[in-house]
């Protein structure tokens, strides 16, 4: 496929769509890739869709045209792979403005890394490792909702995905030689579906920094508190720091009652405005937990790895970096760091268990059963010295 660059056509108008998305229908795989604004928003803006089939090069205009069918029809359309790169909040964007996600999909940062191509490699990266192009971001924080957009953005946005085909071949036949297609396959398959998934509002305090500090009162305190904040910052479609940042409700969490507005305003954790506009929820929050029984408070969270548990950690560590080792692959590929913790608090209370996604799929057989035999024996040890 050539890589010098494919003429962009503008698309604003339903006449430009239809004639597009009757060529869209025809091809097998296609490029992707989406700016957006999230500055000041809850969920993000789209402010413009760019496509290349390798020949031709579009850029839609979603203000222009905020529910471009031709385009829905082409996400959804079975036989045609989207391509994108580090599709993660492209996927979170299209899903919210479109109400549709790209399926069936290639992430080319994903392949890359199971390419051993190096973990959250970037698109700059990718393209200059396959395709010998040194690439410019000079637009990466530009306003993207801007109209007109400048020549500069124009030729940005263009860039971006004029050489994602290049690097989506040249990556497909790396991981055929390897191997190793079905396991970006399989990925995908995650990606989207944890896409499709809608995160409760009442289930945000478990990523809160530091919750797993909290007993069950505290838990409590900071869940209702989360809940009622992103209840707000969806229906307004505000920033959850904006309405008050993770930090300070943990901190409020920790309060003991019984908590007046002087008290509140004595903490000193809220800004004047927050305690203005927010003062009398915070209380009320605080008299409705310490009101109740207490029977329906959450459990506590997982601790962090204790101090003495560290060699545990360290030892299941080095399991995984042998096995990447031998794939030249980057130790974060086959298992993060929350993953091994997991795993590690397993041994710690005796039950030794595997995450879900070590547990299943390819990298169960790659490096989770290695590492579910490793455990076992460590919990053997850990038995063994606390019976001494």
Known sequence: MSTDYAPAIMITDNTALEKAAQRWQKIDVIALDTEFIRTDTFYPILALIQLCDGETTWLLDPLALPKPQGLIDLLANPKVVKVLHSCSEDLETLAHSLGQLPDPLFDTQTAAAYCGLGFSVGYRGVVKELVGVELDKHETRSDWLQRPLSTSQLSYAAEDVHYLLPVYEALVERLQRQQRLSWVEEEMLVKLANSRRVVPADSYYTRVKGAWKLDRRGLAILKAMTTWREDVARQD????????????????????????????????????????????????????????????????????????????????????????????????????????????????????KLPEILANGWRYEVVGEALL??????????????EQ
């Open 237 to 352: 479609n505000r920033p959850r720091g904006r309405i008050i940042a993770d930090k300070d409700l943990l901190t409020l969490a920790f309060l003991k009652p019984p908590l007046s507005m002087g008290q509140l305003k004595g903490a000193n954790i809220l800004h004047p405005r927050e305690l203005r506009l927010y003062g009398e929820k915070v209380l009320s929050v605080f008299a409705d937990i310490d009101g109740s029984d207490g029977k329906d408070f959450p459990q506590l969270l997982p601790k962090a790895i204790p101090r003495e548990h560290g060699a545990l950690l360290k030892s299941c560590r080095k399991v995984v970096a042998a096995v990447a080792e031998k794939l030249a692959l980057a130790p974060e590929v086959l298992a993060r760091k929350v993953d091994l913790e997991f795993l590690v608090r397993s041994i710690a209370y005796g039950e030794v």
């Open 373 to 386: 035999n490793h455990a076992s024996e460590l919990q053997a040890g850990v038995t063994t010295a606390k």
